[in-house]
């Protein structure tokens, strides 16, 4: 299937590099996204990962997720991508159940989403225009002056176009997960599920990321979902908003966005159920010992 003609106009819109306000008098339907998940429960064997979840993720929210290690939150993702199936409950994506359908039909939703995959997963063997390339091949483009067009676009986005030519095992950490990003927004996502994006990388690098991260969610209106186990990315999501003019994250309060605050969650996963959801304020003021942990 050929490459919708509608998803140009968010496209221009990266190319202009993010240089103008939200586009509200857009029609594009793909911007109304929302994640809900109904009582999920999950087993390997005789490990419970997840033991009736439930939450939901509204349109352009962002929903940060926290958990230790092995708390089902890479999992989770996968459950939202329709990778894996749950042994009981309902995943919601725009208000559909996912879980019932048959692989073809989980193809359409998951081109709407775009997925951060905790270790980069670029494909080595492909170079960086390669590897952006393939989802739109798997969306079905076969022009392939569209093709480098639209991998150049992205790869602008992420500040990375210098490096189409190169292969993955010529770029440092932070470079891969720039690639990633771009390879996840290159077929125009409207929802975003990032897995530990800033993990291992310095913090100026992580601090890029948190940019892109935002900038995808400010100016594009992305409902996002992120992993985190850094709780400076958590609230640099939660306090600053992308500013188009000064390219960069800026205090929310600078820029009206209490709503942005507002539309920003907290989910802390503990033995596979949901142990704290909340607003930052909430979060920030939490006295549960747990949640604490995580503030520290
Ligand atoms: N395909 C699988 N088969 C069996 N067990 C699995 C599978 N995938 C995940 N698990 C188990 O599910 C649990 C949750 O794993 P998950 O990868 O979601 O953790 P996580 O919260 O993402 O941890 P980390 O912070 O280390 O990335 C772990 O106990 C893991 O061993
Ligand atoms: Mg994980």
New binding site residues.
């Given amino acids: 299937m050929a490459v919708r003609a509608r998803r140009a106009v968010p496209l221009q819109l990266m190319s202009e590099r993010m240089g103008i306000s939200l586009p509200s008098s857009s029609s594009d339907d793909t911007r109304a996204a929302t994640i809900e998940l109904r009582r999920v429960s999950l087993a390997?064997?005789d490990?419970q990962?997840l033991d009736d979840v439930s939450f939901q993720v509204g349109e352009g929210e962002t929903l940060v997720l926290l958990?230790?290690?092995?708390?089902?939150?890479?999992?989770?993702l996968?459950l939202i991508l329709g990778l894996?199936k749950p042994d009981g409950g309902e995943v919601r994506v725009d208000g559909r159940d996912l879980v019932p359908l048959p692989e073809t039909e989980l193809f359409a939703f998951r081109r709407r989403m775009g997925i951060v995959f905790?270790e980069g997963a670029l494909f080595d063997s492909l170079s960086v225009l390669e590897n952006v390339a393939y989802r739109l091949r798997e969306d079905g483009e076969t022009n392939e002056e569209r093709i480098e067009r639209r991998v150049r676009e992205v790869l602008s986005f992420v500040e990375m176009e210098h490096a189409i030519t190169k292969m993955p095992a010529e770029l440092s950490g932070g470079m891969r997960r720039r690639v990633s990003i771009a390879r996840a927004i290159a077929s125009e996502p409207s929802i975003m599920l990032y897995?530990?994006p800033t993990g291992g990388l310095d913090p100026v690098t992580a601090h890029t990321i948190n940019t892109l991260i935002a900038k995808l969610r400010d100016v594009q209106g992305v409902t996002s979902l992120v992993?985190t186990?850094r709780l400076a990315d958590a609230y640099a999501l939660a306090r600053f908003v992308y500013s188009s003019d000064k390219q960069d994250l800026v205090p929310a309060s600078e820029n009206g966005g209490a709503e942005r605050q507002a539309a920003t969650r907290f989910l802390v996963?503990r033995h596979g159920q949901v142990h704290f959801l909340g607003t930052t304020a909430e979060i920030v003021a939490s006295t549960d010992p747990y949640v604490r942990k995580f503030l520290e």
Avoid: A, R
């Fill in positions: 390997f064997e490990n990962v958990g230790v290690t092995g708390s089902g939150k890479s999992v989770l996968k894996i905790q897995d530990s992993v186990h996963l």
